[in-house]
């Protein structure tokens, strides 16, 4: 073996130092950090250490444990640490058709059932936990009932939470899972600026928006109280109508189908049915998603029905009173109204969301008062 020195190690990708790891006896090397690794590998080439064989584990789990889905807490971040994932490896050689998997892969055996053919899915990659899951339709109403994205796929082709994903995938006959395994759309991910190097700056530019709402900075947030829904939906489309071909419009409805005949560009929907913690899911991928469209340079205007029920899903989630407005309640609402702005590539995001008194009136006013610190534009229209 070529000799490896700590400088060598220190510049190689985790991949490859994972797999150097293997090789040299490290148990588990998915379970480590980097240091940690390095550590290891050197405590071994040092003599000071023996390799570590990896055990063997019989039999089956049961059926009925699916070992490939997290069941901890949904981790909120737009941050992938690569650090405290593990890597799902489908490339090792495979007998009577199982993929063993060591210590490192949840000591679970796979297997494919060859009676399904690959089918092709799509959706909105979102890691939760351990695990990256694909989302479909805009929407999440279950995690079993998402796609399973192996991290190996997500970090070797530098893929981001809430890229949208083509993929092509397998049902597995022990578990009630589908797991990812190809990407299709790789060309839609060239190298683009992170959001982390993009500055906010200033508009000079105004859209005419609608005759209610008038003359808009681009970038601005728009908060709308009017008499009804319907209304609502008026202003909408007013706007789709006014600015087509210009911006790339995106749905945010709470607890409600969305309206397609607005034709745009993407959507994101949450039910009453569903849990808090499932709507507020759908909300963090939306919001994510502004991440992505920022990094290609898009100029956004996301529409949001309901600000009130984000407060609902947080208060929920932090087991406290629908209608208080406390320190967390906010949290969904403030990260959106946070990429509001325009952007130093050419990007830019509008809110227009609406505001519903819904019998909270002190609620309502406590909200209204914690927006104006974000500098909000309110248009009030009761006709």
Do not use: W
């Not at 090397?29 to 980097?34: E, I, L, S, V, W």
């Not at 023996?50 to 971040?77: D, F, H, I, M």
């Not at 745009?264 to 499932?278: I, P, Q, R, V, W």
């Amino acid at each position: 073996m070529k000799k490896i020195d700590e400088i060598t190690m220190r510049n190689m990708g985790i991949f490859d130092l994972r797999n150097l790891a293997r090789d040299l006896g490290v148990l588990s090397p998915t379970t480590c950090k980097k240091d940690e690794l390095i550590e290891k590998i050197l405590q071994i080439l040092s003599g000071e250490k023996q390799p570590e064989v990896p055990k063997n584990r019989q039999g089956r789990p049961p059926k009925a444990r699916n070992p490939y889905l997290y069941q901890g807490p949904t981790k909120y971040s737009d941050v992938i640490d690569s650090n405290n994932l593990r890597d799902y490896d489908f490339s090792s050689p495979q007998e009577e058709n199982y993929a063993e998997l060591n210590d490192s892969y949840q000591s679970a055996p796979f297997k494919y059932d060859e009676k399904f053919d690959f089918r092709d899915g799509e959706g909105y990659l979102k890691q939760i936990g351990e695990n990256f899951y694909l989302f479909q339709n805009g929407r999440v109403a279950k995690i079993e009932n998402a796609i399973i994205v192996p991290a190996e796929l997500v970090y070797q082709n530098n893929l981001k939470d809430s890229d949208y994903i083509k993929c092509v995938y397998k049902n597995s006959i022990n578990y009630n899972a589908r797991i990812a395994t190809k990407i299709k759309n790789l060309s839609d991910f060239t190298k683009t600026q992170d959001i982390a190097e993009i500055s906010v700056q200033r508009s000079d530019k105004y859209i005419y928006f609608s005759e209610i709402v008038g003359d808009v900075e681009e970038g601005k947030r728009i908060v709308l109280s009017v008499s009804s829904f319907n209304k609502y939906m008026d202003i909408l489309q007013e706007i789709r109508e006014r600015c087509v071909d210009k911006y790339h419009f995106v749905n945010l409805c709470i607890d409600a189908l969305p309206e397609y005949n607005l034709n745009f560009s993407e959507s994101f929907y949450t039910l009453l049915d569903d849990t808090a913690k499932m709507n507020a899911l759908t909300c963090e991928i939306c919001f994510s998603r502004l991440s992505r469209l920022i990094e290609q340079g898009k100029k956004v205007v996301i529409f949001v029905n309901e600000l009130m029920k984000m407060v609902k899903y947080q208060n929920f989630l932090n087991n406290g009173n629908i209608g208080d407005i406390k320190s967390y309640s906010l949290f969904l609402v403030s990260r959106l109204m946070r990429y509001a702005g325009t952007y130093s590539n050419g990007a830019s995001v509008t809110v227009v969301a609406l505001l519903k008194d819904n019998g909270m009136s002190e609620s309502l006013n406590t909200l209204k008062s914690e927006l104006e610190n974000y500098n909000c534009m309110f248009v009030d229209y009761k006709n």
